[in-house]
């Protein structure tokens, strides 16, 4: 697979607790050199981000995370705020408690609420595979699928692990036609991408596949370098 695509598909992201304006305005700036799908960035950087790309590249970010565990209003507040400041995208967490508890119906609510809170922005709901029972993450393929969301999305890369193949080969089995899958944290090879590509991920939650090519090209400049 052309490396080309691979970014195309490439949300790159940094959502560390630590993360400053200077490394944001860095993926801003990779983003658009490698033409990445987005970067996904905490929402205190998004209308401060939005500004500096302008329309070259899409700002993505994330509501309720990472432990899903805010109301369902405030989920609405945040997604809302996004938008306003500028966000193409947002990746929610799922109530993870309100799953367990099988009141799925509370879960379908809270998905569509943002989803109209995102006033057409493209929606990814991430379920936190690392947590949940394959049952559960079948569940949640059905829920995702009823609502109006985009894409069902692994991890948010914060908890006991993040993307599997086995959860996206499950994903690719129990989504509707329509829906999309993002797979997200600990993707960190050229041929893990193509592998959850092959899988049926459309979209790749990741810092390091950028980094990667970063540092490929400075190999290829000190070896072309003569001093």
């Given amino acids: 697979m052309e490396l080309s695509n691979i970014l195309s598909i490439v949300d790159h992201t940094l959502l ?14 990779d983003g658009i050199k ?12 998004v209308k401060q981000a939005k500004e500096y790309v302008s329309d070259k590249l899409k700002i993505c970010t994330v509501i309720g995370f990472p432990n899903g565990y805010s109301t369902k209003e405030t989920k609405c507040f945040e997604t809302e705020n996004a938008v306003l400041n500028g966000a193409d995208e947002i990746d929610m967490v799922i109530n993870i408690g309100l ?9 379908l609510d809270e998905i569509n609420a943002v989803k109209t809170s995102c006033n057409g922005k493209l929606l990814k709901v991430i379920i936190e ?31 006991t692990a993040g993307a ?17 899958i993002k797979a997200a944290g600990g993707i960190s090879s050229i041929k ?7 899988l049926g991920a ?26």
Avoid at 143 to 152: L, P, T
Avoid at 164 to 177: A, P, Q, W
Avoid at 192 to 198: C, G, L, P, R
């Fill in 34 to 45: 490698y033409k990445t799908a987005s970067v996904c960035l905490p929402p205190s950087y």
């Fill in 129 to 159: 595979t690392c947590l949940l029972t394959d049952e559960e993450k079948i569940m949640m393929c059905k829920i995702v699928s009823e609502s109006n969301a985009d894409f069902i999305k692994t991890s948010t890369g914060f908890s």
């Fill in 16 to 29: 560390s607790q630590t993360a400053t304006w200077k490394e944001i305005k860095a993926i801003c700036d």
């Fill in 164 to 180: 599997t193949k086995e959860d996206v080969e499950l994903f690719s089995k129990h989504i509707s036609s329509d829906l999309k």
């Fill in 192 to 198: 893990d991408a193509e592998d959850f590509i092959a």
């Fill in 202 to 227: 459309s979209r790749l939650g990741t810092s390091r596949i950028v980094k990667i090519v970063k540092i490929g090209e400075d190999d290829e400049h000190n070896k072309n370098t003569t001093y």
């Fill in 99 to 107: 799953l367990k508890d099988k009141q799925y119906d509370l879960v």
